[in-house]
């Protein structure tokens, strides 16, 4: 069945230092990829998505393009901030596969200054 | 537009107990979805409603069910809470499948004792 694997944290950063959270999916079919990060205390917000090969979303500086070769979207922020600091989840969605939302388990990241 | 909004945003319940959180979705979203969130088990889907019906169904017990009003509005029930309950309860809206991008509500942290 179709599935997110994203790496394992915690990831704890120095402000301003280069961002990537590694994100790979297995689908049947074409998906759609999605971002989303969680603030302490806070539901989920929608970060970026993409819904074809070759796509790139990109939101609040956060970029991530779906790599069909490779099956991954990974999530890149040049310059991360303290106010950045939240849990990101990769997902995917697949309607030609099944009606479902397939999250992974989360990548906790800690901004230091 | 106004967002997903949940109510209550905190609970605290006893074991043996039932309750129930209400969910209201973004204006125009007729899918409602309900995630359970822990530290140990991260997001698991719950249930889908749409049109007041169910539509897809996580692997959780009988316990737990759930339903949709005419205006798309959800209410999930809990009963016989048991301690392994106590979590975030999240709500998420879409357009009209499960598979579009999701838009999460605060969630109800809901504590068990």
């Known amino acids: 069945g179709d599935s997110v694997t994203q790496m394992e944290g915690p990831v704890t950063l120095s402000e301003e230092a280069f961002l990537t959270i590694n994100c790979t999916y297995t689908?049947?079919?074409?998906?759609?990829l999605f971002w989303y990060v969680q603030y302490p205390g806070e539901g989920l917000q929608l970060l970026l998505k993409?819904?074809?090969?070759?796509d790139k979303g990109s939101n609040k500086g956060f970029e991530a393009t779906y790599r069909k070769e490779t099956t991954s979207f990974h999530l890149e922020k040049g310059s991360v901030q303290v106010s950045d600091s939240a849990v990101y989840f990769c997902?995917?969605?697949?309607?030609?596969?099944?009606?479902?939302?397939?999250f992974g388990t989360g990548t906790s990241l800690t901004v230091i200054p | 537009k106004a967002g997903v909004t949940q109510t209550p945003r905190y609970l605290i319940k006893t074991r043996g107990q039932q309750v129930t959180l209400s969910c209201s979705p973004i204006?125009?979203?007729?899918?409602v979805s309900w995630y359970q969130q822990t530290p140990g088990q991260g997001l698991q889907f719950l249930f889908e409603?749409?049109?007041?019906?169910?539509?897809n169904k996580g692997n959780f017990p009988g316990r737990f069910s759930g339903r949709q009003f005419s205006n798309s509005r959800s209410e999930m029930n809990v009963s016989t809470l048991e301690l392994g309950d106590s979590a975030l309860y999240l709500c998420?809206?879409?357009?009209?499948?499960?598979?579009?991008?999701?838009?999460f509500g605060p969630g109800t942290r809901l504590t068990v004792l």
């Open positions: 998420a809206s879409s357009l009209e499948w499960l598979t579009d991008t999701q838009y």
């Open positions: 997902a995917l969605s697949d309607r030609n596969t099944g009606n479902q939302f397939y």
């Open positions: 993409a819904t074809k090969a070759d």
């Open positions: 689908a049947t079919g074409y998906p759609s």
């Open positions: 409603y749409f049109s007041e019906t169910q539509r």
């Open positions: 204006s125009g979203h007729r899918s």
